[in-house]
């Protein structure tokens, strides 16, 4: 306690030099304190809108694809979810699952005929859905027109941005309504054509430098444009269908030595979309660990041939850009109080200097070096502590009004950062305790040296400097 009167009573005698440190330690600590908050609250916001918008919390996919999923997998897609509905099952079966929603990515060409009985040729980007889970799950599409493809039979919806590069591009502008032909290469290199209808026109609500130029179709439409059909289960004769289900080799190629074998009524048979799905996205419950989740789901994913990956290796890059630009800040922040530490040693040492008659006083009447370390240390931690509080006050402040106003990004930064709009910071309470936590280290730190040179101080110098 004695220390720390006589530190407050030596700061008083120096007001000017004790104003000067503490507006450099709190302008330090409002960097600490409003970057802290800026960087946690980017990241955060950085993580809900890539799993509400892209990835959900993990995506699964077929363990036969060699690539990661990834949000704009458009030029390369995956390899087809085979047994899709088997895995829909199994993670119905969870409770920690919440929802979920399958969907492809692909790249066709769209045919339209012109006023002037011309034909287009225009490129869609876009992604194959399940229109009654997709929109549920991403609630990042407002329509403008049209529908979403409810109450209809198929067929795409445009976004508003390509809508207005198709028309000075092209010179072509879709309504709802208007039919068109979509063309896609099936997997055996045939081009294959599927007259459809356009449905709707949309504006992303995020990340709208990518879903400006990402479209939608149904999966219906999607699984005629690629073949993705087969024949329904019960539409093959009985005897036909309980052979192919055997096992047994010998019952299989015995099938053609029967009478009848070959003869099936055509005309009977019922077409059955088979899964063009090549990604399903999973939300947990709130609370669910999702890395702990995957690591129960290892079994059940060997056992029905699925992988999957959570949303930051899903993220296509964009988690990895707001890890970045967080160190980035981080780093900033880092070096700005470096850099403050280093002039409070100076100014400490300055002082010092100035003050060698009075150590050497002190020490002259028998104070020991501990004493004036600790001497010397109490008023800088006093100081320090009191500027960083203040530093703290003002940081809130800050952050209080940046809550309510938000805080302007540059437009690229802040579509890959937070896939849009405006950056709300929050202020927390371990920000604070880390703030002070950092300014009294840093205050310990930056008086190591000055107090080497405090100590060093004899009462023979004290007398020299007298004279």
Do not use: C
Request: charged share 15%; aromatic share 10%.
């Amino acid at each position: 306690m004695v220390f720390f009167k006589i530190a407050i009573g030596s700061l008083l005698k120096r007001k000017r030099r004790v104003v000067g440190i503490g507006l450099l330690v709190m302008f330090g600590t409002i960097l600490i304190v409003f970057g802290q908050e800026f960087a946690l609250t980017a990241n955060t916001l950085s993580k809900q809108a890539i799993i509400k918008n892209l990835t959900g919390d993990f995506i699964v996919y077929s363990a036969r694809s060699k690539e990661k999923p990834g949000p704009y997998t458009f030029s390369n897609p995956l390899s087809n979810i085979e047994n899709v509905d088997e895995i829909k099952t199994v993670l119905s079966g969870y409770d920690e699952v919440e929802a979920f929603t399958a969907y492809a990515q692909n790249i066709s060409v769209i045919a339209v005929e012109k006023e002037d009985g011309t034909t287009s040729e225009l490129p869609l980007i876009y992604s194959a859905v399940e229109p009654e889970t997709y929109l549920d799950f991403f609630r990042n599409i407002e329509m403008t027109d049209g529908t979403f493809f409810k109450n209809s039979t198929g067929g795409i919806v445009i976004s508003e941005a390509q809508n207005g590069r198709y028309e000075e591009q092209y010179g072509v502008r879709f309504a709802v309504g208007d039919p068109i032909t979509m063309y896609g290469i099936t997997s055996g290199g045939a081009v294959n054509a599927v007259k459809t209808t356009v449905r709707g026109i949309f504006v992303p609500i995020k990340y709208e430098n990518s879903f400006d130029y990402i479209n939608f179709m149904d999966m219906a439409t999607y699984s005629e444009l690629y073949n993705f059909t087969g024949v329904a289960e019960g539409s093959l004769p009985e005897d036909i269908t309980e052979t192919l289900l055997t096992e047994n080799e010998d019952d299989i190629f015995g099938l053609a030595s029967e009478e009848g074998f070959g003869i099936i009524d055509v005309g009977s048979l019922e077409s059955a979309a088979l899964s063009g799905f090549t990604m399903i996205a999973v939300h947990l419950n709130e609370g669910v660990d999702t890395n702990r989740y995957l690591e129960t789901l290892q079994k059940t994913a060997k056992q029905y041939g699925f992988k999957t990956a959570p949303w930051d290796e899903a993220s296509g890059g964009l988690a990895r850009i707001s890890g970045a630009l967080q160190g980035f800040i981080y780093a900033a922040t880092a070096l700005i109080f470096i850099i403050v530490a280093l002039i409070l040693m100076n100014t400490l040492i300055i002082n010092i200097m100035e003050r060698t008659s009075e150590i050497g006083t002190i020490r002259a009447i028998g104070a020991k070096k501990s004493f004036v370390t600790l001497m010397f240390l109490s008023e800088t931690l006093v100081l320090n502590v009191i500027a960083g509080i203040a530093g703290i006050a003002v940081s809130a402040v800050l952050i209080l009004i940046a809550g309510r106003i938000g805080i302007a990004l540059p437009g690229p930064v802040s579509q890959f950062l937070i896939g849009g709009g405006r950056l709300y910071p929050t202020l927390s309470l371990s920000t604070v305790g880390q703030a002070l936590l950092i300014i009294v280290v840093i205050t310990i730190l930056a008086t190591l040296y000055p107090l080497r040179v405090a100590t060093r101080v004899t009462p023979l110098v004290a007398m020299s400097e007298g004279n």
